[in-house]
């Protein structure tokens, strides 16, 4: 056996040091279990899905709110050989059906909270031959799912004879359909280790540390970073079934948590909170934010509230997902970045025209001076093997070893990286590039426009010109924003809208990220 662990052997490992320590606290069903008891768990439920035909690298789906069961479920088709394959439960039927088809899932394991649209999508969920319910307690359950209780408890108690390769696949992790159809992410059990590595090293996770799980487990975020990493450490996570901001700080309390790591605007929620319920927080030693920029104002009330010492980091689901960090003993002096690379990563800035086929070698000549801005190229050892099913789109991503972000940003003189947009976004007007984050920061900046997205439109003269998406309170004309933009200063003339649509709302994708390509195809 490779010296490197696979997913399942983490949790073998951890339970040989630390079989008594808690590793799952799930408050919602009461359920507390060591580090020994849930090895045991899912060594059960591994056996039982090999028993009911589960073989490896069959794929495994869960169509699952946080849950002690997410996580016996996760280890256990692990340890069977399968591939994980988590799905958004906030998906409509036929974008479940979309990704079970796509990664040709034979296993769906489902809950009460999904089971509406299990049923509404059965029909098209071809190639899923068994259904598992994890709510197996509640009367008038789906007489065509097995009990997922019933399942493990059935399963045999002896570690599985099942050999997984840290360099077999681990997960397809679809990808949350910001600027498109959702990717899956192919992803190795090498790949987690690695990850496992630089998080636990920059982090400073350790088996003392508590840590909640509130963001949901089906992103890669809160699997990789929270339960995985803590799990390789021989922590303990508390699970939140479902995200609520007085529940999670009632949970921090009566925990002792010491590590939260939620998306920025989450930061937010959780403050307001702090005046709903008593709250202490003394526990916190650490809090992170991610997905999107941290307002100053809002970091600064955060640490008086929680905690002195917060980090944030950059990624994606192809990065498995963390790349940079920000840590912090340097967010004082570099706020608005999103940190510099991890162990064993680099970053690169490159010229967003360039480059695009999959055999022009990313050399240093392609890579642009700091300050200047173009897309955003990874490496390091996490990144993933491929797309699944799409060779032409992992070309088009790996280029010569970099994974192509499609992210626009810089780097400072001191190697801080600084997000601006997404790349596919930039509008190119007259020859000039335009950052859409330029114009809708000014735009937020007048009290009527609640949300807005600036997205180019074709244009025989221009190439494409500038069209603004808006959603006002109603008290604001076309006219006087339009005169808004030029009296400001920091927005150059061919960077102002040429044309306003007001509507009362803008497509979001589920975790609430603007998809402008769908405003784009409206047009
Ligand atoms: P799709 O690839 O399907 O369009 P997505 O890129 O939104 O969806 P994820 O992998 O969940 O899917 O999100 C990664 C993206 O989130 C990054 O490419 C980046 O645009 C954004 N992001 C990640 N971390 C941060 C951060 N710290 N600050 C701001 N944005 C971030
Ligand atoms: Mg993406």
Same mark, same amino acid.
């Given at each position: 056996m490779s010296s490197l662990p696979t997913v399942p052997e983490t949790l073998a490992r951890a339970t040989r040091t630390y079989p008594d320590r808690e590793a799952i606290v799930y408050p919602d069903k009461d359920v507390r279990l060591t580090y020994a008891e849930l090895d045991d768990r899912v060594t059960q439920c591994a056996n039982a899905l090999r028993a009911r035909g589960v073989e490896t690298d069959d794929r495994v789906s869960l169509l699952l709110h946080n849950s002690a069961e997410f996580a016996?479920?996760?280890?256990?088709?692990?340890?069977?050989?399968? #591939?994980?394959?988590? @799905?958004?439960?906030?998906? %409509?039927?036929?974008?479940?059906?979309?990704? =079970?088809? /796509?990664? &040709?899932? $034979?296993?769906?394991?489902?809950?009460?909270?999904?089971?509406?649209?299990?049923?509404?999508?059965?029909?098209?969920?071809?190639?899923?031959?068994?259904?598992?319910? #994890?709510?197996?307690? @509640?009367?008038?359950?789906? %007489?065509?799912?097995?009990?997922?209780?019933? =399942?493990? /408890?059935? &399963?045999? $108690?002896?570690?599985?004879?099942?050999?997984?390769?840290?360099?077999?696949?681990?997960a397809i992790m679809y990808t949350s359909g910001t600027t498109g159809r959702p990717k899956g992410v192919v992803h190795s059990h090498?790949?987690?280790?690695?990850?496992?590595?630089?998080?636990?090293?920059q982090t400073g996770v350790n088996f003392t540390d508590i840590g909640i799980s509130a963001m949901p487990l089906y992103h890669n975020a809160e699997l990789n970073c929270g339960l995985l990493s803590r799990v390789n450490v021989g922590a303990k996570t508390v699970i939140c079934h479902d995200f609520d901001p007085q529940r999670t700080?009632?949970?921090?309390?009566?925990?002792?948590?010491?590590?939260l790591f939620v998306a920025s605007r989450v930061w937010r929620q959780l403050l307001e909170a702090t005046d709903e319920v008593p709250f202490d927080g003394s526990s916190l030693e650490l809090g992170i934010y991610g997905a999107a920029p941290m307002p100053p104002s809002l970091l600064?009330?955060?640490?008086?509230?929680?905690?002195?010492?917060?980090?944030?980091?950059?990624?994606?689901?192809?990065?498995?997902?963390?790349?940079?960090?920000?840590?912090?003993?340097?967010i004082d002096q570099h706020r608005e970045s999103v940190g510099r690379p991890g162990p064993n990563h680099e970053v690169r800035i490159v010229e967003p025209t360039e480059n695009?086929?999959?055999?022009?070698?990313?050399?240093?000549?392609?890579?642009?001076?700091?300050?200047?801005?173009?897309?955003?190229?990874l490496r390091g050892p996490p990144m993933m093997d491929r797309y699944w099913n799409a060779p032409e789109k992992t070309a088009e991503a790996i280029r010569d070893g970099w994974f192509f972000?499609?992210?626009?940003?810089?780097?400072?003189?001191?190697?801080?990286?600084?997000?601006?947009d997404r790349i596919d976004d930039m509008i190119i007007s007259g020859g000039e590039n335009i950052y859409p984050t330029d114009v809708e920061n000014v735009l937020y900046q007048h009290d009527a426009v609640l949300e807005a997205a600036i997205v180019g439109e074709e244009s025989e003269e221009w190439g494409e010109v500038v069209?603004?998406?808006?959603?006002?309170?109603?008290?604001?004309?076309?006219?006087?924003?339009?005169?808004?933009?030029?009296?400001?200063?920091?927005?150059a003339a061919f960077k102002r809208?040429?044309?306003?649509?007001f509507r009362d709302e803008l497509p979001k994708n589920p975790s609430g990220k603007i998809q402008k390509f769908k405003l784009r195809d409206d047009q």
């Open positions: 016996i479920a996760l280890f256990g088709l692990l340890r069977a050989g399968a #591939v994980f394959n988590p @799905v958004n439960y906030r998906l %409509a039927p036929d974008e479940v059906g979309y990704i =079970l088809e /796509d990664s &040709g899932s $034979t296993h769906l394991i489902f809950e009460e909270a999904t089971r509406e649209t299990v049923e509404r999508g059965r029909e098209r969920f071809e190639t899923v031959e068994e259904y598992v319910y #994890v709510d197996d307690d @509640v009367e008038d359950g789906p %007489a065509y799912a097995t009990g997922f209780h019933e =399942l493990v /408890d059935g &399963g045999a $108690t002896t570690t599985p004879n099942v050999t997984v390769d840290p360099t077999d696949q681990y090498r790949d987690a280790t690695y990850h496992n590595m630089l998080y636990t090293g700080l009632e949970l921090v309390d009566e925990e002792r948590a010491t590590h600064e009330s955060c640490r008086e509230r929680f905690t002195e010492r917060y980090a944030t980091a950059y990624g994606m689901t192809e990065m498995g997902p963390c790349a940079t960090f920000l840590l912090p003993f340097e695009e086929s999959p055999d022009d070698p990313v050399t240093p000549s392609d890579t642009l001076e700091a300050g200047q801005t173009g897309e955003i190229a972000t499609g992210d626009a940003g810089y780097l400072d003189d001191d190697g801080y990286l600084y997000l601006v069209v603004a998406y808006v959603v006002t309170d109603g008290s604001v004309t076309e006219s006087a924003l339009d005169e808004f933009c030029s009296d400001h200063d920091s927005l809208p040429r044309r306003y649509e």
